[in-house]
């Protein structure tokens, strides 16, 4: 197996779990214990990318601009990245962090959306960044579905195409298949990102090496959406026992998740009652609290709210959804019949 590159994302996945409130001190801090230990790629942004901060996804206490320079100023060897979603953040913000020192941005759109990303990697080109495609809910399609999409995301000119697993929601099996079957329709590298909802991040993170995977995500102490991520640090520490180990400091990574990350966390992520509800139903985590919230209110378990979107493949943008479905379970409860 051949050392990947390895890309951490504390200071973007990791927003999610903190609310999006990172002050500039724990983003030198983190920065630079990851820089010192080695690590290739720093994300730095608001959770949701570039012009994230917002009503509709919660507003950052730090703007993410300067993050971004405060991210950089620390660094010797790290590239800097930055996340982009079409239909949030533009050409403004993308050049305003270029300036502030962005060196890579990382295109995300849903599994079946990559046509939207055309003009995003074009213009990140024009500006001279390394252009990374991500396919986000990519439990949702078929391997042969996904290539066509990363197909496309390599003709816009992207310098890696990821596998993005959301919701947490693979197996091994899944993710080999769908590393493979890029592997075999690609030229360029092609990576992955894991989710802890069913507790097989680090594990999906290495079948993904294993079978091919050119660049691997984590966060330090595994912070981020749902049950957070695929920790740096462990997964370094088994690259290092198989041998394969990019050069990374495994004893400052373990560190800087003990002493540097954890003692600002406002929680750990785990893989609990709602976030295995989540990876079980394959739905992104943002559903949790509407769930909740419509549950209580219609006398229905959030966990049954949350199997039914997954049933029906609601994807991210469809919150409106979670209330007609909230209300069929409720009626179908009351009628003694199922949804």
């Keep these: 197996m051949k050392s990947p590159r390895i890309i951490d994302t504390t200071l973007r996945d990791g927003s999610h779990a903190m609310r999006h409130q990172f002050t500039l001190d724990q983003v030198r801090e983190v920065t630079k214990a990851l820089d010192e230990a080695g690590v290739h790629v720093i994300e730095v942004t608001h959770g949701d990318g570039l012009a994230g901060s917002s009503i509709q996804y919660g507003f950052s206490l730090t703007h993410e601009m300067e993050m971004i320079e405060a991210a950089r100023s ?21 050049t ?75 197996l091994p099996g899944d993710v080999v298949d769908r590393v493979h079957a890029f592997k075999d329709a690609l030229q360029i590298p092609v990576g992955f990102h894991a989710h802890n909802n069913l507790g097989l991040a680090v594990g999906n993170t290495v079948a993904a090496l294993e079978a091919g995977a050119d660049w691997v995500d984590g966060t330090l102490r595994g912070l981020g959406a ?22 990374l400091d495994v004893f400052r990574l373990m560190a800087a998740a003990e002493f540097v990350v954890a003692p600002f966390m406002t929680f750990q992520p785990i893989p609990d009652r709602d976030a295995i509800a989540i990876g079980y139903a394959g739905v992104y985590s943002t559903f949790l609290l509407h ?49």
């Design 74 to 94: 620390v660094t010797k060897n790290a590239r800097i990245a930055v996340l982009q979603i079409p239909g949030i953040g533009t050409r403004k913000e993308l």
């Design 291 to 339: 769930a909740k919230r419509l549950g209580e209110k219609y006398g229905v378990d959030p966990v049954e709210i949350l199997v039914e979107l997954g049933r029906r493949k609601a994807m991210a943008g469809q919150e409106d959804w979670i209330l007609d479905v909230t209300l069929d379970l409720a009626r179908c409860a009351k009628e003694g019949v199922t949804a």
């Design 226 to 247: 749902g049950a957070g991520n695929a920790a740096t640090e462990a997964i370094v520490a088994v690259l290092d026992k198989m041998g394969s180990n990019p050069g």
């Design 96 to 170: 305003e962090a270029i300036d502030r020192g962005a060196q890579m941005v990382r295109i995300a759109t849903q599994c079946t959306e990559a046509d939207i990303s055309e003009q995003h990697f074009g213009i990140a080109k024009e500006m001279g960044l390394e252009a990374v495609g991500f396919l986000m809910m990519a439990h949702m399609r078929s391997p042969e579905v996904l290539v066509e999409q990363a197909g496309l995301m390599e003709s816009y000119g992207a310098d890696c195409v990821y596998i993005v697993d959301s919701a947490g929601a693979m």
